[in-house]
């Protein structure tokens, strides 16, 4: 499937009372939100909060052997990058999974000069996907097994995770650096890393040693020097080497020579406080270290001080969304660890860029939204800032519509019209906003408007010839537009309009006889073709919109008559980029099983409907993640007579923490509760008609068959129940007709 996809969380932000309903009109919004990817892969990536997640589900990442799992990063990458943008100074790759590829850096681009010898020129970011910006990726090791706490040492290890990112970020720039030319004397571990015996104290918060290593030494004044900080943060001369710190602005420091005694640790070894060691100081300024490297060009004048990086978290299904917010929590506090070890002279931005959107104000301009025309146009300011926060560098169009200008749709005298492209897909928001502010109502006669041809449009551009004599300038004509969409940027279509949808499939003189234009059935097949939409909608006239939202997977939203909920509504929209769970995985589940069934019958204050509760547990496999098939809406229950399961109501749960109710047409209301997602145990409670449910005999109880569906597995169990306050004198009333 098509990735940048969402599958709907329906949410209720405003409902406007019956009152209110019937006293003002409601603007109608709906946001048609095309994925329109020309690069489709197996695994279902997403962006959630401020991080994106990679999930390797075709096994073209990780490959599994003998030795543990190995990770090939170039295909990571490459995955990342078909849904995101060349937007990264770095990508931080971290797995959910144990590997055997460790923590490190790699460097792929570098035009720095005076790093060291460690640091020349290169370029290898076209392998990986990007062309501009990235500079370095890393990876680190399964974070899933870090400490809670972003500042606490992890087991067996130095570092924090927060330290830990530090060393793994720093080696874009150090440690490589020597004191003089041909001597590694301050140099350590692999040549990437300082020598144990380099005192490089941290100059932040945390008053540590350097994340690159080295040691915060301490000169006791007789010949013996003693380390006690732990690695946290970075030293004035990983910050010159940054590019954040003047090199007038580093004070001298030192290294020991010949050291001995303490822990006797060879100089390639990463610290281990406290440690006790005699030696002789050698004292190093950063003029040696210009000398012997060059001059860092650029300079810390020059040299950027805010790196963009992105935190990816590299899965091999759907991470259950403990490890999100793990990650989440670790990327925040990432921010400010950051600028506190650099003295606030750098700083880093990790929030995951959303890809620019293509948006399309589709907005009706008959005479019944006259009072809601002027709420548009006070919101549209906030509106278009609420994307490009979340989305950046997303353009915006508008296009209107009223009706053909025929009677008794319409007014040819009042200049009614189908559809009208005002402004083509444009970064200039001025622009966009004025053609916004310009409009004006016109009259449409009827209340039904020209949705579906308006939508046929936006999405076609073929205009329409009403006489078929291919002018496209007589009355009531569309002339062929392109609201110049590219096939990289998801499509939003926002639709604001307070009238139901004039549809010529069942409205045979609908614009005039013997006229053909676009009906619903034109839409729907549209939609059918585009892999997936992302649907906003609000008011009163639901059904038809409702029908198009549910078609293609979109976001309902129920927005009150004063349209506040607008702009909130857009960022949820954009935001909420879950996909459906990946149950190609799973392993079949396991059991299903009823552990208390229940009807009963309400003879006296609702005689024509029974309760019936269910309870009982779902068996999953192994790392079944309920939080994350919740977000996504697809799980469904089936409850049913025994003799009808094949035409059985159907109840899809919504996003409200596993608590949601619904309607039948047929009288069934089912109440859902998941009483804990993590062992899989669950309630159900609702109410029927009696008279759908067979009843075979005074003596036999009602059998019922219930269905659970996750995805493409399904397990079912019948239940037989003996009702409470069974009534035999009654049963008639309640047998099914």
């Not at 976001?555 to 949820?572: H, K, M, P, R, Y």
Request: proline share 6%.
């Amino acid at each position: 499937m098509p990735r940048d996809c969402a599958q709907p969380k329906l949410k209720r932000l405003v409902e406007p009372s019956e009152g209110e309903m019937r006293a003002h009109h409601t603007i109608l919004l709906v946001a048609l939100f095309s994925c329109l990817l020309a690069v489709e892969v197996g695994a279902q990536d997403f962006d959630t909060g401020c991080i994106s997640v990679v999930i390797d589900s075709n096994n073209t990442i990780v490959t599994s052997g003998a030795s543990g799992n190995s990770i090939s990063f170039t295909a990571a990458a490459q995955q990342f990058y078909t849904t995101h943008n060349d937007d990264y100074d770095f990508v931080l790759f971290f797995p959910n999974f144990n590997h055997t590829d460790g923590s490190f850096h790699r460097i792929l681009f570098n035009a720095i000069t005076g790093l060291g010898s460690g640091r020349g020129s290169i370029d290898q970011r076209a392998s990986y996907g990007a062309s501009t910006r990235l500079q370095s990726l890393n990876n680190y090791v399964n974070y899933t097994s870090f400490p809670t706490d972003p500042e606490a040492r992890i087991p067996g290890n130095n570092d924090s995770p927060l330290s830990l990112i530090a060393q793994e970020v720093g080696h874009r720039w150090a440690a490589f650096a020597r004191h003089a030319a041909g001597d590694n004397s301050i140099l350590g571990r692999s040549g990437s890393h300082w020598s144990y015996y380099l005192s490089v104290p941290g100059t932040g918060l945390r008053t540590g040693a350097s994340s690159l290593e080295g040691n915060a030494w301490f000169d006791n004044g007789n010949g013996t020097f003693t380390a006690t900080a732990n690695t946290d943060g970075f030293s004035e001369l990983d910050q010159y080497l940054m590019g954040v710190r003047a090199a007038s602005a580093v004070s001298p420091f030192f290294f020991i020579q010949n050291a001995t005694g303490g822990q006797g640790r060879a100089s390639t070894q990463p610290p281990n406080p406290p440690d006790t060691v005699s030696g002789t100081r050698v004292d190093v300024a950063i003029e040696d270290i210009i000398a012997a490297n060059g001059t860092r060009n650029p300079s810390a004048a020059a040299a950027p001080k805010s790196f963009r990086q992105a935190f990816v978290l590299l899965a091999r299904s759907n991470p259950p969304q403990a490890h999100i917010d793990q990650l989440e929590a670790i990327r925040a506090a990432w921010e400010d660890y950051f600028g506190e070890e650099t003295d606030f002279l750098g700083s880093v931005e990790t929030c995951i860029l959303r890809r620019p959107l293509d948006v399309v104000f589709l907005v009706d301009i008959s005479g019944s939204f006259t009072d809601d025309l002027p709420v548009l146009k006070a919101n549209a300011p906030g509106l278009v800032q609420s994307v490009l926060d979340a989305a950046p560098g997303s353009r915006f169009a508008l296009a209107t519509f009223s009706d053909f200008p025929f009677a008794p749709f319409g007014s040819a005298a009042a200049g009614d019209f189908a559809y009208h492209l005002d402004q083509a897909l444009t970064s200039d928001t001025t622009a966009f906003l004025d053609a916004t502010d310009a409009l004006s109502t016109l009259n449409a006669l009827d209340l039904p408007q020209s949705q579906y041809e308006a939508l046929f449009q936006v999405l076609t551009g073929q205009g329409r010839d009403l006489n078929g004599n291919g002018i496209f300038t007589d009355l009531g004509d569309i002339p062929p537009s392109n609201i110049g969409a590219q096939a990289d940027r998801p499509l939003f279509i926002f639709l604001f309009t307070d009238a139901p949808f004039h549809d010529p499939d069942v409205e045979v003189d609908y614009p005039q006889p013997d006229v053909v234009t676009a009906g619903r059935q034109d839409v729907i097949n549209l939609l059918q073709n585009t892999p997936f939409v992302f649907g906003l909608l609000s008011g009163d006239e639901r059904t038809q919109i409702q029908e198009l939202a549910d078609l293609t997977g979109g976001q309902v939203f129920e927005l009150g008559i004063d349209s506040s909920g607008f702009a909130q509504a857009i960022v949820n929209a954009v935001d909420t980029t879950q996909p459906p769970p990946d149950l190609s995985r799973l392993a079949p589940l396991a059991d299903l099983t009823i552990t208390r069934a229940e009807i009963n019958w309400q003879l006296d204050d609702q005689p024509e409907l029974a309760l019936v509760r269910l309870d009982g547990r779902v068996v999953l496999p192994d790392g079944f993640d309920f939080a994350h098939l919740e977000r996504s809406g697809a799980v469904t229950v089936y409850i049913a007579d025994t003799d009808a399961v094949d035409n059985h109501p159907t109840f899809t749960v919504s996003s409200d923490l596993w608590k949601s109710t619904t309607k039948f047409s047929d009288g069934l209301e089912l109440h859902i509760k998941w009483i804990s997602p993590t062992t899989g145990k669950y309630r159900l409670m609702g109410s029927f008609r009696p008279g759908d449910l067979a009843i075979d005999g005074q003596s036999d109880p009602i059998k019922l068959s219930f269905v659970l569906s996750l995805g493409a597995e399904m397990l079912s169990r019948d239940v037989s129940v003996l009702p409470n306050e069974w009534d035999r004198s009654d049963l008639q009333h309640w047998r099914k007709k």
